[in-house]
């Protein structure tokens, strides 16, 4: 009796030990097989930045640029999606080995990640319903607010004034939410969202006043939704709005970071960074 | 660390304002759908059965995106009155909550209704005590205590179920936790202060259903 349980046991353990080292070399050649392979994170849902086709497969500028730097840099790439607000906290605990995600250049990610030289930039706006009261601003077409000059400051006060209690729609954690914190346009009541998709939505059913985003962001939902989505005021660029979008690496990667800065520069040089971002975005937003 | 403690406080103010008031709304829907659960007319029964049918059967989470995100799409309903209280995300969750509740509340109150013998009512009406007086001072004290623990546990639930809120932009204890680590990338620390704060609610809900238990118990 003793004997025939105890070879039962035996029996299981055996299989418990085939499985776990059928585990094992499974996970051992799963790591050996990614050791060279960089994994870049994205979010798919900032179009047309990053986005997913209807088959779910990621498009966008910096999908396609991703591959474009793999190439340069001779490696294998895999393209990891991660949402947004996780993303500098997924890259920090190794999910991913840079990030390619529409995330510009700010003094307070620096303190946390690296950021390579620029690839692109583009102007962030405010956008209302068609026939909102904020519609036609007097305000000069874009203001830097890096140095913010006479025009610039006066379109921040009459932003001020027009803003004061109306609620503004971000998404969650971005330079645009940043900007309205900041104080630099008054005490607005900031919405924020977890993906630029529902700040759309909400903009479109009426429950925000305005909207901060990437301009082309706007442009490219109107286009595709058919809603009057307009952007009003002026464009916005530098300070609270950072220096570019680069791509985001660990701060101990320098070898990493080193690479994708000889890869941004070539294909610079021959073209490809203006070719693919005017592919996406109908202009020349690269850097 | 430190600093961020106080803006975890202030947002578990929200989440305990958003709890009690969809537990407040979500006890009145679920005394209202038991009662007419018990109904003998069959339409109303089944109306009251599809309702917690649909909203137990069905993720919270689905339910506030419809709610919210879903019904903000139809242009029609964006200009009936309704819309000045679904306009605001507050209103949309404590609704969303409240139903999903609801329908829970409904399923407990009802089987607590059920296994109140026939005898207690039976001897209730042989000392010619009226129907009003054997529902109040017998079925409901009854019922309350055989639902005590079952609804304890739905607060429970509901309290976690509040962190949804956080999706349709409301900054509850969720929401904050996860605007400061993606400030601070801290996500470990700022997870394990808002879980201990859950847990401590879960605690004082805990002790609160095991003093009422006590209180109610007839034995």
């Not at chain 1, 203001?143 to 803003?163: D, H, R, S, W």
Request: aromatic fraction near 12%; charge should be positive; charged fraction near 15%.
């Amino acid at each position: 009796m003793w004997n025939t349980q105890s070879y039962i046991i035996g029996g299981k353990m055996n299989i418990i030990k085939k499985f776990s080292l059928g585990l094992l070399i499974t996970l051992f050649l799963t790591i050996s097989a990614n050791a060279d392979k960089i994994r870049i994170g994205t979010e798919g849902a900032y179009p047309p930045w990053n986005s997913k086709d209807a088959s779910g497969k990621l498009i966008g500028f910096e999908v396609e640029l991703a591959w474009t730097l793999c190439r340069y840099m001779g490696k294998q790439c895999e393209i990891v999606e991660q949402d947004w607000d996780g993303m500098i906290p997924a890259l920090i605990m190794r999910k991913f080995d840079a990030i390619m995600a529409g995330m510009s250049i700010t003094a307070e990610r620096q303190k946390t990640i690296n950021f390579s030289q620029g690839y692109a930039d583009e102007v962030a706006s405010l956008a209302v319903m068609k026939g909102s009261s904020l519609e036609g601003m007097d305000t000069p077409a874009g203001i830097n607010l890096t140095k913010p000059n006479a025009a610039a400051k006066k379109a921040l006060k009459t932003l001020t004034a027009a803003l004061a209690g109306k609620t503004v729609c971000v998404q969650t954690a971005t330079i645009h939410q940043n900007f309205l914190d900041s104080g630099d346009v008054g005490k607005v009541n900031v919405r924020t969202y977890k993906t630029q998709d529902e700040v759309n939505l909400d903009l479109a059913a009426g429950r925000c006043d305005a909207a901060l985003a990437a301009a082309v962001a706007f442009s490219d939902y109107a286009e595709k939704s058919g809603k009057p989505v307009v952007l009003t005021g002026p464009t916005f660029s530098g300070g609270a709005f950072g220096n570019g979008v680069g791509v985001g690496i660990r701060k101990d990667d320098t070898e990493l970071l080193a690479a994708f800065n000889s890869a941004i520069n070539k294909a610079r040089k021959n073209g490809d960074i203006s070719r693919i971002a005017t592919k996406w975005f109908g202009f020349d937003a690269s850097m | 660390m430190i600093t961020s403690f106080p803006k975890l406080l202030s947002a578990t103010v929200v989440t305990l304002k958003l709890l009690s008031l969809s537990l407040f709304f979500g006890l009145l829907i679920g005394l209202l759908f038991a009662i007419l659960r018990l109904n003998k007319n069959i339409f109303i029964n089944k109306f009251a059965y599809g309702y917690s049918y649909v909203f137990r059967g069905t993720p919270l989470l689905v339910q506030i995106f419809i709610i919210y995100f879903g019904l903000g799409q139809i242009e029609y309903f964006r200009s009936t009155f309704l819309w000045v209280i679904f306009k605001e995300p507050y209103w949309c969750a404590i609704i969303a909550f409240a139903l999903n509740t609801g329908a829970y509340t409904s399923e407990i109150l009802r089987s607590a209704f059920q296994t109140i013998k026939p005898g207690f009512i039976e001897a209730g009406k042989s000392l010619g005590l009226s129907n009003k007086t054997i529902f109040y001072k017998i079925q409901i004290p009854i019922a309350i205590k055989q639902s005590l623990p079952a609804y304890g546990n739905e607060i429970i639930l509901m309290l976690k179920g509040t962190s949804l809120a956080s999706t349709v932009t409301l900054l509850d204890l969720t929401g904050v936790a996860k605007y400061i680590i993606s400030t601070t990338f801290k996500p470990i620390e700022v997870f394990i202060v808002a879980g201990s704060i859950y847990l401590f609610i879960t605690f004082l809900v805990h002790n609160l259903i095991k003093y009422l238990e006590k209180k109610f118990s007839y034995q």
